[in-house]
Structures are given as structure tokens and as C-alpha cells.
């Protein structure tokens, strides 16, 4: 029987890194794992998630859109509005686990670390989006640029921000970095430069970590 979890609210983990981190790779493994422990959980992905939320992630990603650094954070934002309202939050509230690969800290790193946006400003849209809502874990996969350039190489079209250049995607990591160290009781940083059962065994520790917080 599914373990009952009506009664109190669900866990929220988010999956983060730089492109080619390896995030994907791994949403099997804690999809199964949950399973293996009779938790009921949810899957989803930012920017998207909705019907409308995927559409903006269409716009944000294609290599021809053309938008301000402001708009382009408004964007992100928007669409994690409607992702908390159609999914995130009425998941939590049934009890359920909801991990989502990205979420807020992928505004900060990208459009903060990367592009340049002054995290003040990005902290007015979390506090006005979110109320107060945040990841119960964060998984940051991390690993050198050059070792990420390597995975995406040839394998298909890149979207506009995997083709930005590397400066770009060093600052993306940097920014990732500084807000695991600030938040450390939230973040588990993951170096996905190892072995797939290396890293999964990692995973698996914190997620029952997780779990037997009560």
C-alpha cells in the first residue's frame, strides 16, 4: 500500500546545474526510488510544466528569440507562476513529492550569474511569485565546463543558452556555487564528474535523508 501522505504536506526537490550536468540522466533513478518506497510523487520541469509555462519555455530556448535581459527574467517567472499554481502547489498540498528539474535557483544562476541581472531584483519577483515557497532539497549537479561542453558535443542543436559562450556558463556555475554555500542546509552539491552509481549513491543518501526528516 502507497505510504499515506494526505494528511500533511508533500516535499518539493528541485534538480539543478549547468547544462550538460547530467541532470536528466538521473531522474530515472529517484523516480524509481520513490516508487521502491511506496512515495506518491510528481515530475515536472522549468521553465514549464503547463501548457502555457511549456510555450514560454519554447520562446526562452529557441536560438531565433530575440529579448531584453529584464523580459527574459519575467518571462521565467511568469511561467513558474503557473507552474506553482497548476502543479507545484496543489501536488504538495494532496501530500505528494513534486521534483521538478530547475526552479528558482536557475533564474539566479543563469539570468543572475549569467546574464548580469542584479539578484535584489530577482529576489522582488521570488518573494512576489513564491510567498515564502521554497525547495525541501536541492540536488546541484556540478562539474567543469570543459567536462559539460564534452557531453552536449554532437549530440543535438543547442538552445540559446547552451550556445552562449563559456564565460557565460562559468558565471552560471559560479552563482550556483555561491548559493549552495549560503544555503547549505538546503543544497546538496552533487559532482557529476564521477561514475553514474557513484553519483546515484549519493542521491540515495539524501533522499532518505529526506525522507526520515518526519
Known amino acids: 500500500m502507497p505510504i ?10 528541485t534538480l539543478e546545474g549547468i547544462d550538460g550536468a547530467g541532470k536528466s540522466t538521473h531522474l530515472g533513478f529517484i523516480r524509481d526510488w520513490l516508487a521502491g518506497r511506496d512515495i506518491d510523487a510528481a515530475f515536472s520541469r522549468e521553465p514549464g510544466g503547463t501548457p502555457l509555462s511549456e510555450k514560454i519555455r519554447e520562446l526562452l530556448l529557441a536560438p531565433e528569440t530575440v529579448v531584453s535581459l529584464d523580459a527574459e527574467a519575467l518571462l521565467a ?25 530547475r526552479f528558482t535557483d536557475s533564474t539566479y544562476a543563469f539570468q543572475g550569474g549569467g546574464r548580469g541581472i542584479p539578484f ?15 525547495p525541501d532539497l536541492t540536488l546541484l549537479f556540478d562539474l567543469p565546463l570543459e567536462v559539460a561542453a564534452q557531453r552536449m558535443s554532437g ?24 548559493r549552495a554555500a ?13 561514475g553514474i552509481a557513484e553519483i546515484q549513491a549519493d542521491i540515495a543518501l539524501h533522499l532518505q535523508r529526506l525522507l526520515e526528516r518526519g
Open 4 to 13: 499515506e501522505q494526505s494528511a500533511r504536506r508533500g516535499r518539493f526537490i
Open 77 to 101: 517567472f511568469a511561467a513558474r507562476q503557473q507552474h506553482i499554481a497548476e502543479v507545484i502547489e496543489p501536488a504538495l498540498a494532496a501530500g505528494r513529492w513534486l521534483v521538478s528539474d
Open 120 to 134: 535584489e531584483r530577482i529576489r522582488v519577483l521570488e518573494d512576489w511569485v513564491q510567498r515564502g515557497l521554497q
Open 155 to 178: 549530440t543535438r542543436q543547442l538552445d540559446r543558452f547552451e550556445q552562449e559562450a563559456a564565460g557565460f556558463h562559468q558565471r552560471v556555475r559560479d552563482a550556483y556555487l555561491a
Open 182 to 194: 549560503a544555503e547549505p542546509g538546503r543544497f546538496a552539491v552533487l559532482d557529476s564528474s564521477r
